[in-house]
């Protein structure tokens, strides 16, 4: 089993920047894949990003364009999400999640966290 705790999150006017942040336990969390996917109000969850166990690869979603790095302390199993020039379609409840292999499929995921707001005001 896996356990995914989140921080971070909030409302940030449009061209602020959020930090999130998800400390991962558990037997496998360190051979996992972590990232992030959220799920916009009426629309199915999608990946924004993604970094596998080592931190050596990562992967984000068509509409980050930039904007979000993801980074991991393997030592300490987190992942941080830093979020910069917001904008007010970014506002979704974005969850972590762990997954044995590399995949850009919001449905293979397997564990998930409780899921943290980020609003964004225009």
């Known amino acids: 089993q896996v356990q995914l705790v989140e921080s971070g999150g909030g409302s940030v006017q449009a061209g602020g920047s959020l930090r999130l942040s998800c400390a991962g336990s558990?037997?496998?969390?360190?051979?996992?894949?972590m990232g992030w996917l959220r799920q916009i109000v009426g629309k199915e969850r999608e990946l924004v990003a993604r970094?596998?166990?080592?931190?050596?690869?990562?992967a984000y979603g068509d509409f980050v364009k930039g904007r979000f790095t993801i980074s991991r302390d393997s030592a300490k199993n987190t992942i941080t999400l830093q979020m910069n020039s917001l904008k007010p379609e970014d506002t979704a409840v974005y969850y972590c999640?762990?997954?044995?292999?590399?995949?850009?499929?919001?449905?293979?995921?397997?564990?998930w966290g409780q899921g943290t707001q980020v609003t964004v005001s225009s």
């Open positions: 558990g037997r496998t969390i360190n051979t996992s894949t």
């Open positions: 970094i596998n166990w080592d931190g050596t690869n990562t």
């Open positions: 999640a762990a997954v044995k292999l590399p995949t850009m499929r919001a449905d293979d995921w397997r564990y």
